[in-house]
């Protein structure tokens, strides 16, 4: 399925570039002759996204390029290779790394998708999923929930994430109120009214009504 917002909108409706911490840890050794980086519990899985970088007087394990994406084949709790590609074969290292920082690329993109789909549990499942261009409080709710993760994950929250949710959780349940339903423009019955739980006005799909609150 598609996310209703991307890193772009992510940046626009809920964070600040640069405002993510993501520092990373540093290997205890990056050996040539094996191909190997040593870090007790890594906690990483094969296929997992991680770049490098070295703190100063640092070198680089040849031919890796700080910065730049690689992907983790595991081997053990404290030992792991590198591809250039998911499901690649392991890099050969020419010379050993000396002071090399790793870090997890934040998971933006899958935790776009994940409250994407907390959003489609507020929406009536004959418009799931929703078709681009999407409503700008949709987007603005799946960026900040995303956001919120994301400070979570890097130690910067601030508030819980249940906290969260249930904030985004009032914000969609009004916003829903104004979505049509189901053939909400069915034809008037014997009597030449139409259905009381119907209506042949189309809602303020921004949930707003008249202006009053439910």
């Given at each position: ?172 349940e009004r916003w829903a109120k104004g979505l049509p339903i189901r053939d909400a423009s069915a034809s008037p019955s014997a009597s030449g009214a139409v259905s009381s739980s119907l209506s042949t006005t189309a809602p303020d799909p921004r949930g707003w009504g008249s202006g009053t609150l439910p």
């Amino acid at each position: 399925m598609t996310a209703y917002a991307t890193a772009r909108d992510l940046y626009t409706y809920a964070l600040r570039r640069g405002v993510l911490v993501n520092d990373g840890r540093l290997c205890a050794s990056a050996v040539a002759s094996t191909d190997t980086l040593e870090l007790d519990g890594h906690l990483f899985e094969t296929d997992d996204a991680v770049t490098l970088r070295v703190t100063d007087g640092g070198t680089m394990p040849a031919p890796l390029v700080a910065g730049t994406v690689y992907y983790v084949i595991r081997l053990t709790d404290a030992t792991f290779k590198l591809a250039a590609t998911a499901g690649g074969t392991a890099i050969n290292l020419s010379i050993d790394g000396v002071n090399v920082v790793v870090k997890a690329e934040l998971p933006i993109a899958e935790l776009l998708e994940a409250y994407s789909r907390f959003v489609d549990d507020f929406i009536p499942a004959h418009l799931v999923p929703m078709t681009a261009p999407y409503p700008v409080t949709v987007v603005r709710i799946v960026c900040e929930l995303t956001a919120a993760k994301l400070l979570s994950l890097s130690g910067q929250a601030s508030t819980t994430m249940a906290e969260t949710e249930l904030a985004a959780k009032a914000q969609l349940e009004r916003w829903a109120k104004g979505l049509p339903i189901r053939d909400a423009s069915a034809s008037p019955s014997a009597s030449g009214a139409v259905s009381s739980s119907l209506s042949t006005t189309a809602p303020d799909p921004r949930g707003w009504g008249s202006g009053t609150l439910p």
